[in-house]
């Protein structure tokens, strides 16, 4: 059974830093891309970042480009995002989705999503 | 949103309903659009792949379609656990980025 769980999240100041994990299990980590999502409350899906299976593919939203990094650990089955310089409106539930073997994305499986608050 | 979608939409049990999709060439227009239910509470899951594809275990009564660079979910016997947000997206070939759209929460009345 695949299965995505992530962890990290919390309350944070603005201008603070955290860095979020997704263990994965039930899959072949190291074949699959991975993105990270956010949903701000009462709001829609929003894509933050991809990274393709051997991390030689890596994308950005504008809103997180400079700010957030990810990467991944195929030996370890996990997906970071670390994110930097945080602003109020980054405050949102963020779920690790699974992309694809392909070079196009699936979204196919979520984790249940970390709550990261922004505030001071 | 890139890709814009009606923010509500309801129908009665029984009755079928479609949600549109509209966005551009660079995405839509170039890539296929995938669906997303998200039932109060939870996690997002996936309905439609590659504009009219259903995952193992997604009922028949969902359905996909696209049309240039538009996109449409097509619900037909409605049920009353359809009652959900709904959500299209694509990659955007401009943006080098995945775009979603706004969700459209369906109610079942």
């Known amino acids: 059974e695949v299965q995505l769980v992530e962890s990290g999240g919390g309350l944070v100041q603005p201008g603070g830093s955290l860095r979020l994990s997704c263990a994965a299990s039930?899959?072949?980590?190291?074949?699959?891309?991975m993105n990270w999502v956010r949903q701000a409350p009462g709001r829609g899906l929003e894509w933050v970042s991809h990274?393709?299976?051997?991390?030689?593919?890596?994308y950005y939203a504008d809103s997180v480009k400079g700010r957030f990094t990810i990467s991944r650990d195929n030996a370890k089955n996990s997906l970071y995002l670390q994110m930097n310089s945080l602003r109020d409106e980054d405050t949102a539930v963020y779920y690790c989705?699974?992309?694809?073997?392909?070079?196009?994305?699936?979204?196919?499986?979520w984790g249940q999503g970390t709550l990261v608050t922004v505030s001071s | 949103s890139v890709l814009t979608q009606p923010p509500s939409a309801s129908g009665t049990p029984g009755q079928r309903v479609t949600i549109s999709c509209s966005g551009s060439?660079?995405?839509?227009?170039?890539?296929?659009v995938n669906w997303y239910q998200q039932l109060p509470g939870t996690a997002p899951k996936l309905l439609i792949y590659?504009?009219?594809q259903r995952p193992s275990g997604v009922p028949d009564r969902f359905s996909g379609s696209k049309s240039g660079t538009s996109a449409s979910l097509a619900i037909s016997g409605l049920q009353s656990e359809d009652e959900a947000d709904y959500y299209c997206?694509?990659?955007?070939?401009?943006?080098?980025?995945?775009?979603f759209g706004g969700g459209t929460k369906l109610t079942v009345l």
């Open positions: 989705a699974r992309g694809s073997v392909t070079s196009y994305s699936l979204f196919d499986y």
């Open positions: 039930g899959f072949t980590f190291s074949t699959y891309s």
């Open positions: 990274i393709s299976s051997s991390s030689g593919s890596i």
């Open positions: 060439s660079s995405n839509i227009g170039s890539n296929p």
């Open positions: 590659s504009n009219n």
């Open positions: 997206a694509a990659w955007d070939v401009s943006l080098n980025a995945w775009v």
